[in-house]
């Protein structure tokens, strides 16, 4: 008779409750959900939660706060199904389910001594936080610091203010780019990917780490590389639909890979040439 | 434990049935269901399809009349093991809104654990590659509470069925570990007996209880040359050998574009599939609010919702959700657990409603990939 030993862990699919500390508008479609973590909970830069909403549903949101402050979570969503757009009613003091975190990280340990090289594309601005305030609160351990950021119009940055601030640093560079803009915007306009060749760093000393719809990871993956980077130093946050986080429901399959579990994070060598074909 | 073999007759097979489910299982084998072999409730080999053999083929499967009484004449039908451990439309956890705005969870409790009577070696082969899902780093509570307490009563095959390749699979047609009794039926004009080894300490005590005579020296040959013999018969084979790597070499192959012709993207394969785990998860509540239920269903990669993120499906098109499906099965599950996720059961063939065979279009890739390379 086959006995499997009982586990000792609690169980993965159960959200935990937890507390909402705050909500803000971030964007016209973005909102920031701030909440109390259960204790002892910490998380790497690039991980993510799966945040449930009572009765209605659940989907992951990566986590982008400061993982020195894990008690503090925060995430930053975009109201655009059921279950986001019933998160954004929720208020301080409410409760929500979560479960994680989940996956793997982004390789801030391998790049110190290196030059950091951050692309955001939209969204993606927000699970490349936690990394780049992981960096900004270890200045001294990295090289130079780049952030590229594409988003589609000026009205759509997330993160205006602190931008202002990383702007405003001699220790890091930022650079902008918007799909369309109207006179008033005075940065760069076009894709993300035209901003690498300005972006100052060493390629043969850098780590990149990108995020953003997958079609400008695959540009802005070959561009790095033509820039000199190397493909193993290239990595780039993959996204798929998930339901379990764990590895159980097959949905977020990506080639060989569970995105939930092994990944999101993955290397440009590992997945650039899956990348390039349709519809994996 | 000793591991002798011993002889039963149909009246101790339904002995064997008693002693089974007086251990506590809810025992399970093969009925006929609409026209067709299926695991269900059990109380004697009355409820067997006594006498009956089934026609398989791809697209089609049919239920034929035997001139004899066997017990076990047919081979597998639609049902695995997997509606039973892999539920679906079960709840992973219900929960309910507490006095103070949180909420509470709780975990379903688990049913009675499951006795297959009449399991053929790949499907038992299929459990354990699904324990490789389920029960590897992260316990699955819906699957993990089944499979716990599970016994089986493995029949080998000796007449292998129309769309079968387990042989290929190294999967059967004779069960190699896993069970708890292994059986194999012997049925000629003048005789009909069944020879039972233990796999476990549990199948050894209740094959004891049964008080059989051991098996005798021909006996145990003449099961040997049966299963030996039932495997040379195999109609169909899977030549695996590189074959994980031509499939992952095959991506951009025109050959999926032709697949997608014919294939209706209807997901028959995916859930008479005893290893296909895919699964999604719906939330519930009452028309208060205050109870909540996520259920899980099985889910397949043949839907178009399936790879759906914000923006649309991934795999839009037929072609690359059979990519999907196929590659899955006989390529990338061995990087994720060490094995294909193909067992050679022939039900994916037989219930294709338009009889896509998984050999042949295996074959066909690894075909066109070799020549690629040498050219
Ligand atoms: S892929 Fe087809 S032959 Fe292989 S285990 Fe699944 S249903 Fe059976
Ligand atoms: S291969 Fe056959 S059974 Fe599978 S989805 Fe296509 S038509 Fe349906
Ligand atoms: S999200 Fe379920 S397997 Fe990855």
């Given amino acids: 008779m086959q006995t499997i ?30 909440l109390a973590a259960p204790a002892g909970y910490s998380f790497q830069p690039g991980q993510f939660n799966m945040l449930y909403q009572f009765g209605v549903g659940e989907v992951a949101i990566s986590i982008s706060g400061d993982p020195a402050y894990p008690e503090s979570l925060v995430h930053t969503i975009r109201g655009v199904g ?23 990280s982004w390789p801030v340990e391998q790049a110190v001594g290196h030059d950091v090289v951050l692309v955001a594309g939209g969204i993606g601005l927000a699970p490349l936080r936690p990394a780049l305030l992981h960096v900004l609160n270890n200045r001294n351990d990295y090289g130079r610091v780049v952030l590229l950021y594409g988003t589609r119009t000026p009205r759509d940055i997330l993160f205006q203010q602190e931008l202002q601030e990383w702007r405003g640093r001699f220790d890091m560079d930022v650079l902008v780019a918007v799909d369309a803009a109207g006179r ?14 300005r972006a100052p760093f060493d390629p043969h000393n850098a780590v990149a780490m990108v995020c953003g719809p997958e079609i400008m990871m695959r540009f802005t993956g ?7 980077i190397q493909p193993s130093m290239v990595y780039l946050s993959m996204e798929r639909n998930m339901k379990c986080a764990v590895g159980f429901c097959g949905h977020c399959q990506f080639g060989s890979a569970f995105v939930c579990k092994n990944g999101p994070v993955f290397t440009y060598d590992d997945i650039g040439d899956l990348l390039d074909i349709r519809e994996v | 434990m000793t591991t002798a073999p011993v002889i039963l007759d149909r009246a101790a097979i339904d002995a064997m049935i008693g002693v089974i489910e007086g251990r506590g299982h809810r025992v399970v084998g093969p009925v006929v269901r609409s026209g067709a072999v299926v695991l269900g409730d059990l109380s004697s080999t009355a409820d067997l399809p006594v006498g009956i053999s089934d026609e398989q083929t791809p697209g089609r499967y049919r239920l034929t009349a035997r001139d004899d009484e066997a017990l076990f004449g047919y081979v597998v039908g639609p049902s695995s093991a997997k509606p039973f451990l892999h539920a679906t439309g079960v709840p992973v956890w219900q929960g309910e809104r507490t006095a103070d705005g949180s909420f509470a969870t709780r975990k379903p409790e688990a049913p009675t654990p499951v006795a297959f009577i009449g ?28 499979r716990e307490g599970v016994f089986s009563v493995v029949v080998n095959c000796v007449e292998p069925g129309g769309t079968c390749f387990c042989t290929s699979m190294g999967t059967g047609p004779r069960a190699s570990k896993g069970y708890d009794i292994a059986v194999t039926e012997v049925i000629d004009d003048e005789e009909h007996w069944f020879l039972a080894e233990p796999g476990s300490d549990a199948g050894q005590e209740v094959l004891a209880q049964l008080g059989a005579a051991p098996a005798s020296d021909d006996e145990r040959v003449r099961v040997e040359n049966l299963l030996v013999d039932a495997a040379d018969r195999m109609g169909r084979g899977l030549d695996t050998e590189g074959l994980p790597e031509a499939i992952k070499a095959s991506m951009e192959s025109p050959r999926w574009d032709e697949i997608a012709k014919r294939c209706m993207a209807c997901a028959n394969c995916t859930l008479v599939c005893p290893t296909c785990f895919c699964a999604t998860v719906e939330d519930e509540t009452d028309l208060a609010g205050l ?20 923006g649309g499906s991934l795999r839009p098109s037929t072609y690359a959700r059979y990519r999907q499906w196929l590659t899955h099965k006989l390529s990338t599950w061995v990087d994720q657990f060490g094995e294909m996720g193909c067992v050679g059961c022939g039900r994916c063939i037989t219930w294709c409603p338009v009889g896509i065979d998984i050999t042949v279009e295996a074959a066909a890739l690894a075909a066109a990939a070799k020549e690629a390379t040498h050219v």
């Fill in chain 2, 291 to 310: 109870e909540a239920q996520r259920v899980r269903r099985w889910d397949s990669c043949f839907n178009e919702e399936f790879s759906y993120i914000h």
């Fill in chain 1, 222 to 228: 070959r561009e790095l590389v033509t820039r000199g």
């Fill in chain 1, 82 to 104: 059921a279950v986001t757009k019933s998160l954004r009613n929720l208020r301080a003091g409410d409760v929500v389910g979560m479960r994680g975190p989940f996956g793997n």
């Fill in chain 1, 5 to 34: 030993p009982e586990s000792t862990q609690i169980d993965p699919m159960a959200p935990v409750p937890c507390k909402v500390t705050a909500q803000w508008d971030v964007t016209e479609d973005t909102f920031g959900l701030r």
């Fill in chain 1, 184 to 197: 008033d915007w005075h940065g760069s306009v076009g894709v993300v990917t035209k901003l690498i060749g």
């Fill in chain 2, 119 to 146: 399991i053929r070696p790949c499907d038992l082969a299929a459990i354990g590659i699904q324990d490789k899902v389920f029960l590897n780093g992260y316990r699955d509570g819906v699957y993990g509470d089944r």
